[in-house]
């Protein structure tokens, strides 16, 4: 008897507790409402009061803590503010918001320090909101150093590279550790490393470097840094690095940039659907451009002799253009790839009559004649059941014509490029890169 009492006495208080905790539950919600009511009146006092009876009865809700900072925020009480968005990432350390609350707080408070603490703790949580926020928090370069380990190869992916005129000299590449490089030809000797302007995060990363064809000016397309009004486009001096000058007004990121073969002009294509531009070198004036590009990235660009550029968009479109002697482009054909939505490097043959094509969304490479872009071949992909092609270039040894190939993919289990003979159309052969062990072995 006394077992059947104790266990409807327990029932009892549990039921009694659930109605408590659902009655209070509904009271926060209640006061939640009201101040969120109050928020959007401008009564930024009678908010807060609202949102601290909320508190009271449902001291855990990370919500009402963001809330409640905001109208702080509102009434320009940085301290409260801070505090506020503390406890709410305390509760829910994972919310970019309430991350970019307590910036702009910190901001508000003149903080600056403990904003760039913040900051990098969001970037790593949300690049993209990071980078708008440091907008706010760079409106200046960086004046205190930024300390890069100075190595003999680049310390992250390499996203670009450039020869001067027919490989006499120079290779330069770029990369996402924000430095160019100059490297002899012949010997694959390290000349010089070239700092572009950086800053945090993303700030500085090199997608784009050409080099004039005489070998003497570099031209890089990197992510500007957020006190930039514009993406920009910077130039250096080869031989001693200095920096020569810098294009702005681009709306996105430059993606490629190519030197005409006379070295007269340069072709620069961007993201976001910022298109084509052309300018001339002796002054770096806008001679051309063409803007409709939607909204995709572009990141095929080439430029033969005949004076002809192409480019390949996410838009799944290849674009060719004739450009005359004072640098205004005629676009001569525009078509529309089937089977893909990812077109994403573009290369002319040898002797400008045919176009390769990479892809980043399969292992594929098409070729297309030029100048009417009708579809000529698919080099033979049958060994690739894996990864992608998006890289795609041609050379010559002698009187032979290779078709080249690069990506992730494999063969037996180390990345490979693919080499075509009879330019893309004889057999392929896997070229496979060395294991670090394997390199380390050479030496």
């Not at 620069?268 to 803007?291: E, F, P, Q, V």
Request: hydrophobic share 40%; net charge negative; charged share 25%.
């Amino acid at each position: 008897m006394f077992k059947k009492m104790s266990l409807v006495l327990l029932v009892l208080v549990v039921l009694l507790f659930s109605m408590t905790f659902s009655i209070r539950a509904n009271e926060a919600l209640n006061h939640f409402d009201q101040g969120k009511s109050f928020y959007e009146q401008g009564k930024y006092q009678e908010a807060i009061d609202a949102f601290q009876q909320a508190i009271k009865l449902q001291p855990d809700w990370a919500e009402v803590y963001s809330k409640l900072g905001q109208a702080y925020l509102q009434q320009e009480n940085p301290d409260q503010a801070i505090q506020s968005f503390q406890k709410a990432i305390h509760l829910e350390p994972g919310n970019d918001i309430y991350h970019v609350n307590l910036i702009l707080a910190f901001i508000l408070k003149g903080e600056r320090v403990s904003a760039k603490k913040e900051y990098s703790i969001l970037e790593a949580l949300n690049p993209e909101i990071a980078r708008e926020i440091a907008k706010k928090l760079f409106t200046q370069p960086p004046e205190e150093p930024i300390f890069r380990i100075n190595t003999e190869m680049h310390t992250s992916a390499i996203n670009c590279i450039d020869t001067d005129s027919e490989w006499s000299n120079f290779v330069v590449t770029g990369s996402s550790d924000k430095t160019i490089r100059v490297w002899e030809k012949e010997t694959g000797r390290l000349l010089k490393i070239i700092r572009p302007p950086i800053g945090d995060g993303v700030d500085g990363e090199i997608n784009a470097v050409a080099i004039s064809p005489e070998g003497d000016t570099i031209a890089c397309g990197s992510i500007a840094g957020v006190w930039e009004e514009t993406e920009v486009i910077t130039f250096f001096d080869r031989e001693s690095g200095s920096l020569l000058g810098t294009l702005t007004g681009f709306p996105a990121s430059i993606t490629r940039v190519r030197y005409s073969p006379d070295g007269k002009y340069l072709a620069a294509l961007g993201a976001k659907g910022s298109g084509l531009r052309i300018y001339r070198t002796d002054d770096y004036s806008l001679t051309s451009k063409d803007l409709d590009y939607g909204e995709e990235d572009a990141l095929g660009l080439d430029w033969n002799k005949n004076n002809q550029i192409i480019t390949a968009s996410f838009d799944q479109t290849l674009r060719l253009y004739n450009i005359n002697e004072n640098g205004l482009l005629t676009l001569e054909k525009k078509f529309l790839i089937a089977g893909s939505n990812r077109p994403h490097s573009i290369a002319f043959s040898p002797d400008g009559t045919q176009v390769a094509v990479g892809f980043f969304d399969s292992p594929r490479v098409d070729v297309y004649s030029i100048p009417d872009l009708s579809f000529l071949f698919f080099p033979d992909c049958s060994q690739i059941e894996n990864g992608n092609l998006p890289l795609v270039a041609w050379s010559c040894d002698g009187d032979n014509i290779y078709l080249n190939a690069g990506g992730r993919f494999h063969i037996q289990d180390r990345v490979a490029l693919v080499r075509w003979l009879q330019a893309g159309q004889g057999s392929a052969a896997a070229i496979p890169q060395l294991t670090r062990e394997e390199e380390s072995r050479k030496f």
